[in-house]
């Protein structure tokens, strides 16, 4: 007899495993990947992950037999002074005995458990608890999503399909008009005829069999339920209404931004726009770089140029107003943004910057968030209120007048995904 295995997912049998394993470990894993952000190189964010588990993490208890007591027997194979049915001398108290989990005296153990896991389970437990808030806008244009709606019924399809009530009704409704005998008419006929043949009447016992034949002829012709009054429920595929997104990406490359502060920022962007591509079908992504002057670049310029210069924050602000003016609709888009910046700014153009933000970006959009960055060798100075930048104290005044936005300090790649998290979690507590 030959056994073919036809079962999908033919390279992957163990699948349900290590799905399994993935839930039991989920816990440790994420702590793997999320401490596995801040080493990885800038373009290798999503790329696969081996995860070092310790196996104390990973044991699952189970029933055993005893060490102690009990009767088993054994045969082992290689030995050569016991057959089966011979009784072993139990070991004296102290010999023998399993190995034990302590640590041997030079310090060594059991390596820890490692687990690769492939690019998408990754990145799905890395954004699993994210989410873009406020994504409440939806159009129809272009909508290339579909779901099942109910449209009616058929006379054909699938049983798993079948509308038992309409089948029913329409039974009922059939043999009504056809007048097909009801099993208490037949009922009540067998009582009448038991009836006549006790008092010995064989003309009415003769025709109560006729009638009898009769009507189980009749119910016979008219079926209970007959192929006609089967009803399936119909459906179509109908367009679903998207929520459209566009995030705008606003970076200060300018001269007082250091290449670490310049790296720290890339990180964030890049981690956004995986977030984004990954997470959502309909999220068109806008890459604003700016000096003392904006311009919308893409994704290979924003992430790889070296251009330099002044800080004039309105610019970028002002970029974000016209493009959003020209190609996004605040009444069918769901808007957002993240500034990214070191702080500074001239003391000129801090009112432009908050006019702009309290008259135009705000109102418009469903969140901004700021995003600064500093180095972490003035991480004491920054952690106080007391000393901010100037960015950060005009934005804190705006801040106080709109919810929906959110300012975060970073001050090394350690606190990209913590802050990250922070500011687009599904539960989210903006400080």
């Known amino acids: 007899m030959n056994i073919v295995d036809r079962r999908l997912n033919p390279k992957g049998k163990s699948h349900t495993n290590r799905q399994r394993f993935i839930r039991l470990a989920r816990e440790t894993i994420k702590e793997a990947v999320v401490r596995s952000i801040k080493d990885r190189a800038l373009g290798d964010v999503d790329s696969k992950e081996v995860v070092n588990i310790p196996r ?30 011979d009784t072993l001398p139990k070991p004296q108290g102290g010999e023998g005995g399993g190995g034990g989990r302590e640590g041997s005296p030079d310090g060594e153990g059991e390596d820890s458990f490692q687990f690769t896991l492939s690019r998408d389970e990754y990145l799905n437990i890395l954004f699993e608890e994210l989410e873009l808030p406020d994504l409440a806008k939806t159009f129809l244009k272009d909508a290339t999503a579909f779901k099942s709606a109910r449209a009616g019924f058929s006379t054909s399809g699938s ?25 208490r008419e037949l009922e009540e006929i067998e009582a009448q005829l038991e009836a006549a043949k006790s008092a010995g009447d064989r003309d009415l016992v003769a025709q109560l069999e006729l009638r009898r034949d009769q009507v189980i002829r009749r119910a016979k012709r008219i079926a209970y339920i007959d192929p006609v009054d089967l009803r399936y429920n ?9 929520a459209q997104a566009v995030m705008f990406c606003l970076m200060d490359v300018s001269g007082s931004m250091s290449e670490y502060m310049k790296d720290l920022a890339k990180r964030f962007f890049l981690l956004l726009h995986l977030f984004l591509t990954r997470k959502y079908e309909h999220v068109d992504v806008v890459f604003i770089r700016h000096t003392s002057e904006a311009k919308e670049v893409d994704e290979e310029t924003f992430f790889r140029s070296r251009e330099t210069g002044g800080t004039v924050v ?12 020209e190609r996004y609709s605040p009444d069918e888009w769901n808007i957002y943004a993240a500034q990214a910046s ?14 702009l933000l309290r008259d135009d970006i705000l109102p418009q959009t469903q969140y901004f968030a700021y995003i600064e960055v500093l180095d972490e060798r003035e991480m004491g100075m920054f952690r106080s209120e007391m000393n901010v930048s100037t960015l950060w104290r005009d934005y804190k005044v705006v801040a106080g007048e709109f919810p929906n936005l959110a300012m975060k300090r970073v001050f090394s790649k350690a606190d990209i995904f913590p802050v990250f998290h922070q500011l687009f979690s599904k539960t989210r507590a903006v400080a």
């Open 234 to 242: 119909r459906f179509e595929r109908v367009p679903k209404p998207n």
């Open 159 to 183: 049983p798993n399909n079948l509308n038992l009530v309409r089948t029913m009704r329409n039974s009922l409704a059939r043999r009504i008009s056809l007048a097909r005998p009801k099993p």
């Open 342 to 355: 070191d702080g500074d700014n001239y003391p000129s153009d801090s009112e432009p910057s908050m006019r």
């Open 314 to 325: 309105s610019t970028a602000l002002e970029e974000m107003k016209r493009i959003v003016a």
């Open 56 to 85: 104390a993490r990973i044991h699952e208890p189970r029933f055993h037999h005893s060490s102690q007591g009990g009767i088993r027997d054994h045969v082992l194979p290689g030995n050569k002074e016991y057959v089966q049915g």
